[in-house]
């Protein structure tokens, strides 16, 4: 289609298709892995409200101790564990770096530091329960230090994957914001 005002712009012709591929790559990136993050912070909600939910039922009396035991002192650090969690998500929407920063770093301060505490907080009740077959904390009639455990292990690597998804994601919007300076 010829053009009234003459020749064509430059770079209209289909000549920057390389540049365009590499837009188009970023973004695909950068939309799969901000899905990936997100679906891994809503199973780490769904492990917060868990969490908070014995702390507000055992603390509040709802039901009898033999039922939902007391928490240990790992879970109360861990609720602050929420906020990484909303920081990664205020990151998504305009490509945040910053929020994506206080994201990864506070993940590691306020999620992964309580669970490491809390195995070691944990460890001899569970050496008592493998070794002599006791348990003094239940949850639903199960081992309280058998269903945490349990926990912290998905826990962990729920959060573990997202920073890790978050460095990669990291990355791409860094390597993009670079490439425009350049231009």
Known sequence: MASRAGPRASGTDGSDYRHREKVAGHY???????SEIKKLIYA???????????????HLK????DLVAMPYQWEFP????????LFGLFSFPRNNISYLVISMISTGLFSIAP?????MEMFPMAQQLYRHGKAYRFIFGF?????????MV?????????LYYSKKLLDAWFSSTQEKKKD
């Open 28 to 34: 695909q990136m950068s939309v799969s892995l901000k």
């Open 44 to 58: 780490n909600l769904l492990i917060w409200c868990l969490i908070a939910g014995q702390i507000v039922v055992s």
């Open 62 to 65: 709802l039901v009898s101790h």
């Open 78 to 85: 861990y609720l602050f564990s929420l906020a990484p969690a």
């Open 115 to 119: 669970l490491i505490y809390g195995s």
């Open 143 to 151: 081992s309280a230090v058998s269903v945490l455990y349990l926990v």
């Open 154 to 162: 998905v826990a962990v690597q729920l959060h573990a994957w997202q």
